[in-house]
């Protein structure tokens, strides 16, 4: 049995155990620096991800989530995956919310923000809003595998804005 000194040790010892898919061992870790220090943030964001990728709880990942964000709200991973979760279970409000406090925090995945943005628009049929979004994050982009991602949105709702006008009709008199 290891014996950790420290909560910073014991935290790096949960990711490393996470990384190796040792889940179970990384979720035990966890779950004992937060009844030993509900404040530490990192270990609620790794619990939230443990929580909304793997077990499927998505009220207790939101919860994980949240608490990092209010305990450290300058740490910018944290902010995709509640985002995503957000635009997941179609919660407008926390939308608006939280991708704001994304886009303004230091460090935060913009392109990403914007395309869960565009991805959030896009399901509600907000054809104009999700072409914005989209564009944005191909403004923000970096790395061509998400270019190339964007691209296939943009040209995507472009599409469905296309379908849609073919179908308006407009009655003369």
Known sequence: MDT???????????VDELSFGETPKGLNLLNEIISNDPLYARAHYQLGIIYYYEIKDYQTAGYHFKTCMELEPSFPDNY???LDLLVFLNMEKQVATI????????????AGIYDL????????????KALEAYQKAFMEV????????????????????????AYTYHITE
Do not use: C
């Open 4 to 14: 950790y000194y420290t909560i910073e040790e014991k935290y790096l010892q949960a």
């Open 80 to 82: 995709t995956h509640y």
């Open 99 to 110: 991708s704001i406090k994304a886009l303004n925090t230091p460090g935060a995945d913009a």
């Open 117 to 128: 943005l565009g991805l959030f628009y896009e399901k509600n049929k907000q054809w104009t």
């Open 142 to 165: 970096t790395e061509n595998e998400e270019k190339v991602n964007i691209e296939q949105s943009l040209k995507r709702v472009r599409s469905k804005m296309q379908q849609t006008q």
